[in-house]
């Protein structure tokens, strides 16, 4: 029986000092930046509970090799801090995402959840404290507390880096709740803050403007709408939008020799297979405002030709797309990366889609995802470390592919449901141009009752609304650098 013991303690021995030599061995590699050689000899540790003696320095060293996709996985998967070890690496981890903007996750909820692992240390540093309170509020407006979310980013102060998103944000909840004024008053803040950054954030100063133009246009100031659409530089994704917006402002000031003129650039052949489709009927409603009604049946006529065949392609990929739930993410896939494609004529509608953002950052990291496979085959991890990495990223690719496809399905299924209406009113357009009746037209389609934009994006060079512009015939020649400031030259026609 002693003799028993024994032999158990030295076995219990041995294991021990195997699991000590490996730790200071883990350690020291950490200590020299021997990520590779972490990766390689500790893989085998990582269990599908975690392990978290390990995980910390195996997620960073992913990090420090270029694999941030698995990376923040693993991070995510450790359990909370127990280490002052661990605390450091967490803290290099979470400093490493505050410095690096264009890193696409963690984001929102996925953020506070590293954030909660070691929440004393976080909470007491105060270059991580506007950082926290932002995340913090996306995660109530995820939770769908807009009042939450309000509280936590009105903690943001101006000598945070994170100030000037948390204004625009504010914008955006406090138009949620209906507090137009509030929200007009933090947009008009962001709008600010983005102008003293000069060119560090273009985009974002670009969708504080265009959220300020659509507040004033539902207050209908539409001369202060135009004033804040125009400050929408014409190099901006949104340029087009804004022309777009800014046509129906411009129509009700009764402007319409304006609005025309915003519509030419939109319809021009420079533009041609951007999906506009709204642009038909703002110049449908205007040229017949003025009498002009053969001139609103063949605008009708081209909206039609152009956009009944992609109409007709989107119920049809709306159809695949239910049957198949991939369908359409692998349409996107070939439309970016060019390849062979079947549905060329919509690529208009998908450049739309690809504009937002949460779209755009969902690519990214599936981009990313294929960059890691790639240098996991290309790397000289031995070859069950190779395949474990692989297997996981796998994983992590089928769950973004499924996620994305839903979001493409649900912003594609809204541009489909748009269109169909827009077609709707160029039919009522060709109907009362026909009878000739402005009133009866404008009360079937609602034009003049107020209209709500729920999407906040960003998109005109600089112009004062008294600048003498260039007029030019409706008919004509196209000249680039005169885009966006066209002036349709047309008289009311109406008899009185």
């Known amino acids: 029986m002693k003799k028993t013991l024994f032999f158990i303690s030295i076995l219990s021995l041995i294991y021990t000092k195997i699991i000590f030599s490996k730790e200071e061995g883990l350690n020291t590699a950490f200590q020299q930046g021997k990520y590779a050689e972490i990766i390689s000899n500790f893989s085998a540790q990582i269990g599908e509970d975690g392990n978290t003696d390990v995980l910390y320095p195996y997620a960073f060293s992913l990090l420090k090799l270029k694999f941030p996709i698995l990376a923040n996985f693993y991070f995510e998967k450790s359990k909370n801090i127990k280490s002052k070890e661990e605390s450091d690496i967490l803290y290099r981890y979470v400093e490493h995402i505050h410095a690096d903007k264009s890193h696409p996750f963690p984001y929102g909820s996925d953020f506070m959840r590293l954030i909660k692992k070691d929440m004393s240390r976080f909470s007491t540093e105060e270059k991580f404290r506007g950082m926290l309170h932002f995340h913090t509020a996306l995660e109530w407006v995820n939770a769908g507390d807009i009042k939450k979310a309000i509280h936590e980013l009105q903690q943001v102060l101006p000598t945070n880096s994170e100030y000037g998103n948390a204004l625009f944000l504010l914008g955006v909840l406090e138009n949620r709740l209906g507090e137009v004024k509030r929200s007009k008053s933090y947009f008009l803040k962001s709008y600010d803050v983005f102008v003293q950054m000069g060119d560090s954030d273009p985009v974002l100063k670009e969708q504080s403007a265009l959220n300020i133009a659509r507040l004033y246009y539902e207050e209908k100031n539409f001369k202060e709408a135009i004033v804040f659409y125009s400050k929408i530089s014409e190099n901006s994704e949104f340029w087009l939008q804004a022309l777009l917006e800014s046509a129906w402002a411009f129509y009700f000031m009764d402007k319409t020799g304006n609005s025309l003129g915003n519509l030419r650039t939109i319809l021009s052949s420079f533009y041609e297979k951007r999906f506009y489709p709204e642009a038909y009927v703002i110049q449908g409603i205007s040229l017949i405002k003025n009498c002009y009604f053969k001139s609103a049946a063949k605008s009708g006529k081209f909206f039609q030709k152009k956009y009944k065949p992609i109409l007709n392609e989107m119920k049809n990929i709306d159809k695949k797309s239910k049957e198949t739930p991939s369908y359409l993410y692998e349409i996107f896939d070939a439309y970016m990366n060019r390849k062979l494609f079947?549905?060329?004529?919509?690529?208009?509608?998908?450049?739309?889609?690809?504009?937002?953002?949460?779209?755009?950052r969902e690519f990214l990291i599936l981009k990313l995802i294929k960059n890691e496979f790639s240098q996991i085959r290309n790397s000289s991890f031995p070859e069950n470390v190779k395949e474990k990495l692989k297997d996981q990223l796998m994983k992590?690719?089928?769950?973004?592919?499924?996620?994305?496809?839903?979001?493409?399905?649900?912003?594609?299924?809204?541009?489909?449901?748009?269109?169909?209406?827009?077609?709707?009113?160029?039919?009522?357009?060709?109907?009362?141009?026909?009878?000739?009746?402005?009133?009866?037209?404008?009360?079937?389609?609602?034009?003049?009752?107020?209209?709500?934009?729920?999407?906040?994006?960003?998109?005109?060079?600089?112009?004062?609304?008294?600048?003498?512009?260039?007029?030019?015939?409706?008919?004509?020649?196209?000249?680039?650098?005169?885009?966006?400031?066209?002036?349709?030259?047309?008289?009311?026609?109406?008899?009185?």
């Open 342 to 360: 079947t549905h060329e004529e919509i690529g208009g509608v998908f450049d739309r889609i690809l504009q937002e953002k949460i779209v755009q």
């Open 396 to 496: 992590i690719n089928g769950n973004r592919i499924s996620n994305l496809s839903a979001l493409l399905m649900k912003k594609f299924q809204r541009q489909m449901n748009d269109l169909n209406d827009f077609s709707i009113q160029i039919q009522l357009i060709n109907a009362q141009s026909v009878l000739g009746s402005l009133d009866v037209l404008r009360s079937e389609m609602h034009v003049g009752i107020e209209q709500k934009n729920v999407q906040y994006i960003g998109g005109m060079k600089e112009m004062k609304i008294d600048q003498k512009l260039e007029y030019w015939p409706f008919e004509g020649e196209y000249w680039r650098d005169e885009l966006g400031g066209y002036v349709y030259k047309i008289s009311n026609i109406c008899r009185l």
